[in-house]
Every structure is written in structure tokens, then in C-alpha cells.
């Protein structure tokens, strides 16, 4: 088994840039999803391979890579974002989530 | 439009078993790998496991904790995947999402209760 490790939670005034890293091993040789998630609702993909927004998410969210750890940037974080944010990769055919990462952004 | 629509979520006592079902619409289900992500009361999401399409032959993978208790199938004809549960346990009650394989689409999850 791997892990996926985010940190637990990030604060950011509105207007700032958050940044939220996961790190693992398997980013090394795999690609990451950051997937956003609000209270009460389903995960929403925002970032996939490591770098690709699907469309409909909003350009102020970024993804980047660097050897065994990816990082989501929001630039210019709003009130709305704030949420619980987790990375996903996968390698040998199994899934796994980082722990989670709650953003607050006030 | 694209809907994922889980059901047979229920409360039951250790040991027991259920089936969830996830019948899904506007896409091509059948060439989709679809899996399951589950999340317990307060907690992070936890992959369960995971279907391939019909094209990749269809097998299917499961997540440690709960591998030789789960069973993961799909019925193309019908458009929908099941998670098939058996002997569990209180660690194995959360909010379970029905999900493509590439997560751009989850359904609204169906709820496991576990306990004596």
C-alpha cells in the first residue's frame, strides 16, 4: 500500500493565493486529481493529470508537479472555496486518497 | 446530462450484507470503468474499488480493508454498477459514492449504517 499526504487545513484571507500540497511516492510515477468538496455535497474533480482543468472549473485553480508531491494553487482564493480539498493518484491498479486538506479562506 | 443515482443504503447489525445499486444515464456506461468511494461520518474519502469497461475486460480491484468482502459487478443492459457487501463491519458505515473511473461524475451517495 502507499500514502497520500496533505496538510490538514490552510488559511487564507480572500484575495490571497492557497496552496495545498500532497506527497507520496507513487506521484513520482503517477498522476494526481485534486478533487473539491463542500459541505453536505459530492467531490467535484477540479485538476486531473496533475495539471488539466476539466472545463466549467473556474482558471484561479492550478495544479503543479515536482517529484513525489503535486500542489493545488487557487489563485486569488474567494469566500466560495472554501471547502475540504483531497489529492487522488493511483498505482498496481489500487485508488487512494490523501487525508484531506480544509481550506478556509476569511 | 450525466446522473449517477445510488440506492440501498440501509441499517444493519455486524456481520451482515447489502447490495447498492448505481444506475447511471447520459454516458456510454458500458465502455466506462465506474467504481465506489465511501466516507464515514466526518471523515476523508476512501477508495473501495474499481471496475474497467467491457473493452479492458472488465476486472475489478479492491481497496485492503475491504477486499474478500466486496464484490464489485455491473449490468451494461442496465447501465448500472453494484457494490455487493458482505460480512460487515462498524468500520464499513459512511456515505457510499458511486463514481466514473476518471471521477468527473459522482452520484449524491446512499448511506451504510453499521451497528449491533
Known amino acids: 500500500s502507499y500514502d497520500l499526504t496533505q496538510p490538514s487545513s490552510v488559511s487564507v484571507s480572500p484575495g490571497q493565493t492557497a496552496r495545498i500540497t500532497c506527497s507520496g511516492d507513487v506521484l513520482a510515477k503517477k498522476y494526481a486529481r485534486w478533487l473539491q468538496q463542500k459541505p453536505g455535497q459530492a467531490p467535484v474533480l477540479i485538476i486531473y493529470k496533475d495539471t488539466e482543468r476539466p472545463s466549467g472549473i473556474p482558471e484561479r485553480f492550478s495544479g503543479s508537479s515536482s517529484g513525489t508531491s503535486v500542489t493545488l494553487t487557487i489563485s486569488g482564493a474567494q469566500v466560495e472555496d472554501e471547502a475540504d480539498y483531497y489529492c487522488?493518484?493511483?498505482?498496481?491498479?489500487?485508488?487512494?486518497f490523501g487525508g484531506g486538506t480544509k481550506l478556509t479562506v476569511l | 446530462e450525466v446522473q449517477l443515482v445510488e440506492s440501498g443504503g440501509a441499517s444493519v447489525m455486524p456481520g451482515g450484507s447489502l447490495r447498492l445499486s448505481c444506475v447511471t444515464s447520459?454516458?456510454?456506461?458500458?465502455?466506462?470503468?465506474m467504481g465506489w468511494v465511501r466516507q464515514a461520518p466526518g471523515k476523508g474519502l476512501q477508495w473501495v474499488g474499481r471496475?474497467?469497461?467491457?473493452?479492458?475486460?472488465?476486472?475489478?480491484d479492491y481497496a485492503e480493508p475491504v477486499r474478500g468482502r466486496v464484490t464489485i459487478s455491473r449490468d451494461d443492459s442496465k447501465n448500472t454498477l453494484y457494490l455487493q457487501m458482505d460480512s460487515l463491519k462498524t468500520e464499513d458505515s459512511g456515505l457510499y459514492y458511486c463514481?466514473?473511473?476518471?471521477?468527473?461524475?459522482w452520484g449524491q451517495g446512499t448511506l451504510v449504517a453499521v451497528s449491533a
Open positions: 463514481t466514473t473511473g476518471s471521477y468527473d461524475h
Open positions: 447520459g454516458f456510454a456506461f458500458g465502455n466506462t470503468w
Open positions: 487522488y493518484s493511483a498505482a498496481d491498479n489500487i485508488g487512494v
Open positions: 471496475i474497467k469497461g467491457r473493452a479492458d475486460g472488465g476486472t475489478v
